[in-house]
């Protein structure tokens, strides 16, 4: 039996458990649609394609496993570029099906192709930052270029795919038999491991240091192996220290939490990794802002001390620093074998009295010199405030996406996570505009847990179109709007080091302007509340929480820039010799 590419695709979405896709119309892709309208797959809609993207990204950081965005031809594929390349910095799962333009138009250059330097060329756009891409030649080769996009997605070290389908191959029919004979067939390979040998070696070196540290990325987060690092740290009494990705590995309330590395990092945790005498790396890349711009001065000193660094992907291993003792693996089945070897040849484990006592005091002296701006009632509220106001009213599992600037540092320093994987945060690319409609992709993703999206006014601003989205689906998330009336962090930089903030600040007349967010929300239907004073945000927040509703609350906020004990190297670029970094606007 025959039948069109689009009903088989989206019957082979549904028995892989497929229920939404991400995306926006277009010519090239309504045969895929009109197939979804009789499917119990949940089609997404929006009005913007990076929203889409960000949203397909936001979904597949809760659960585990690739999402699927659907893109139209040229500026619809572009226009999810940026979203589909912040999954892909940051290693998350996603199968990207893009139509393209037919395939009997090939040299014809048809509306909306990409073909400066060849002939129907989108999918090259993608190359750079996809795991794989594929482009569709023939309808009887779909079925298993699907089947090899979700493997590649999800395997390994995870990232987005692209499968690129000239518009008329979903028209094309083709035998069942070529779908069916993939069902059933899946491979359950057995998670890469450490074997034994390294294993007992890693163990042994850890338990016989004598100021070891784990070091902990979000290659823990994506493996699901949060619970396994908690039980082997505590068992061997080694501190997690970690990075921006890393952050809620574990809970923040862990007698053994460090905290966060680097530019943003505080001074007692980057001494910690940057004294310690052995390194126990785990699905960390190193990157240049979580370890100073690798200077050996502030965080990470590995001309004294030595580094074991497990991640699944080899090409990370030793890439920045130099490795002792390597390992490639996956973290969840590589903590589970590093635990049993721990507690077989350490039974009684290691004491860290001491050790979780100095932490503590640490936390108590941090938790102190931030307590002031935690609870002081100016206006334009403190940023300090805000984060300390929102930890206070969410519940411990709630998800928080942040965007970037203060929302990202800020929350990466500061905001206590409780609940691993909790907090979404855009890495690699540092995309502003992420943190918004990540939210609205979590909260569809874990419908019964709170989602609050921390995001400044530029990041806000870059698509508000996301509310028409929330409001058609009800997707009940809140955006804490931190509004300081600027892209503040780079205001910060540029005002410390060259003395004007000009392209940095928005402003009339040289009067701070800001739209009004509120206004914006109610024209798309929904709800929000503008607030002028710093006791009225909690009981604000507070009440979007309550009412079940997608919220915006527009908080104005001083532009203080982010407390930083550590190094970033473009400090050095703007003013050599100096050891100026932020200045507040």
Same mark, same amino acid.
């Not at 069902?183 to 491991?193: D, H």
């Given at each position: 039996?025959?039948?069109?590419?689009?009903?088989?695709?989206?019957?082979?979405?549904? $028995?892989?458990?497929?229920?939404?896709?991400?995306?926006?119309?277009?010519?090239?892709?309504?045969?895929?649609?009109?197939?979804?309208?009789?499917? !119990?797959?949940?089609?997404?809609?929006?009005?913007?394609?990076?929203?889409?993207?960000?949203?397909?990204?936001?979904?597949?950081?809760?659960?585990?496993k690739a999402s699927v965005l659907l893109s139209h031809l040229g500026p619809g594929l572009t226009n999810a570029a940026t979203g589909v390349a912040n999954a892909a910095l940051d290693s998350i799962p996603m199968v990207v099906i893009a139509g393209d333009i037919p395939s009997h138009y090939y040299g014809k250059h048809p509306h909306q192709e990409v073909n400066l330097h060849g002939d129907a060329q989108q999918s090259e756009i993608y190359r750079p930052f996809c795991k794989r891409v594929w482009r569709v030649e023939r309808a009887d080769l779909f079925p298993e270029i699907l089947d090899k996009a979700f493997r590649l997605a999800e395997s390994g070290r995870p990232g987005p795919v692209l499968i690129d389908v000239p518009m008329d191959i979903f028209?094309?029919?083709?035998?069942?038999?070529?779908?069916?004979?993939? #069902?059933?067939?899946?491979?359950?390979?057995?998670?890469?491991?450490?074997?034994?040998?390294?294993?007992?070696?890693?163990?042994?070196?850890?338990?016989?240091?004598? $100021? !070891?540290?784990?070091?902990?990325?979000?290659?823990v987060l994506l493996a699901r192996a949060s619970n396994d690092l908690a039980a082997f740290a505590e068992h061997l009494g080694i501190p997690i220290a970690h990075s921006l990705m890393g952050k809620g590995c574990v809970s923040d309330d862990n007698p053994l939490i460090l905290g966060m590395t680097g530019f943003w990092g505080a001074a007692f945790t980057n001494e910690k990794t940057r004294t310690a005498d052995w390194v126990l790396g785990l699905g960390t890349s190193f990157k240049e802002a979580d370890c100073s711009s690798w200077e050996p001065e502030y965080t990470f000193d590995f001309s004294t001390s030595k580094l074991i660094h497990v991640d699944i992907d080899p090409e990370e291993i030793g890439r920045n620093f130099p490795v002792e003792i390597g390992a490639i693996s996956d973290l969840k089945s590589g903590l589970a074998t590093l635990l049993r070897i721990a507690r077989t040849l350490y039974p009684q484990g290691r004491d860290a009295t001491k050790l979780k006592a100095e932490i503590a005091a640490f936390q108590t002296e941090f938790k102190a010199s931030n307590a002031a701006a935690q609870v002081s009632d100016q206006f334009p509220m403190r940023p300090e405030r805000i984060l300390a106001?929102?930890?206070? #009213?969410? !519940?411990?599992?709630?998800?928080?996406?942040?965007?970037?600037?203060?929302?990202?540092?800020?929350?990466?320093?500061?905001?206590?996570?409780?609940?691993?994987?909790?907090?979404?945060?855009?890495?690699?690319?540092?995309?502003?505009?992420?943190?918004?409609?990540?939210?609205?992709?979590?909260?569809?993703?874990?419908?019964? $847990?709170?989602?609050?999206?921390? #995001?400044?006014?530029?990041?806000?601003?870059?698509?508000?179109?996301?509310?028409?989205?929330?409001?058609?689906?009800?997707?009940?998330?809140?955006?804490?709007?931190?509004?300081?009336?600027?892209?503040?962090?780079?205001?910060?930089?540029?005002?410390?080091?060259?003395?004007?903030?000009?392209?940095?600040?928005?402003?009339?007349?040289?009067?701070?302007?800001? !739209?009004?967010?509120?206004?914006?929300?109610?024209?798309?239907?929904?709800?929000?509340?503008?607030?002028?004073?710093?006791?009225?945000?909690?009981?604000a927040l507070e009440r979007a929480i309550a009412s079940g509703k997608p919220y915006v609350l527009d908080v104005i906020m001083e532009n203080a820039p982010v407390p930083t004990s550590g190094h970033w190297n473009i400090m050095d670029i703007y003013s050599p010799g100096k050891t100026v970094h932020h200045v507040a606007t």
């Open positions: 039996m025959e039948d069109l590419i689009s009903h088989q695709l989206v019957r082979d979405l549904e $028995r892989r458990g497929i229920t939404h896709i991400f995306g926006l119309c277009g010519h090239t892709n309504i045969a895929v649609l009109t197939a979804l309208s009789n499917s !119990p797959i949940k089609f997404v809609n929006v009005r913007h394609e990076q929203i889409s993207a960000h949203m397909a990204d936001g979904y597949a950081r809760v659960t585990g028209s094309k029919s083709v035998d069942t038999k070529l779908f069916e004979r993939l #069902v059933g067939g899946e491979r359950n390979a057995a998670r890469a491991t450490i074997d034994e040998a390294t294993a007992e070696r890693i163990v042994t070196t850890m338990a016989n240091a004598d $100021r !070891p540290v784990i070091y902990a990325g979000g290659g106001d929102t930890r206070a #009213v969410l !519940p411990r599992d709630a998800i928080i996406t942040t965007d970037v600037g203060w929302n990202k540092n800020g929350v990466g320093q500061q905001f206590p996570i409780y609940t691993p994987g909790s907090i979404l945060t855009p890495g690699g690319y540092a995309t502003m505009g992420f943190g918004a409609p990540a939210a609205l992709g979590a909260k569809l993703a874990a419908p019964h $847990r709170v989602v609050v999206s921390m #995001v400044g006014d530029g990041g806000f601003g870059q698509n508000p179109s996301l509310l028409a989205t929330a409001f058609e689906e009800d997707i009940a998330v809140i955006w804490v709007v931190m509004n300081n009336h600027a892209f503040g962090t780079i205001a910060g930089l540029q005002k410390a080091h060259y003395g004007t903030t000009l392209g940095t600040i928005f402003e009339k007349n040289g009067q701070p302007y800001s !739209p009004d967010y509120t206004a914006i929300a109610l024209a798309y239907g929904v709800d929000g509340e503008k607030i002028s004073s710093a006791d009225q945000f909690k009981p």
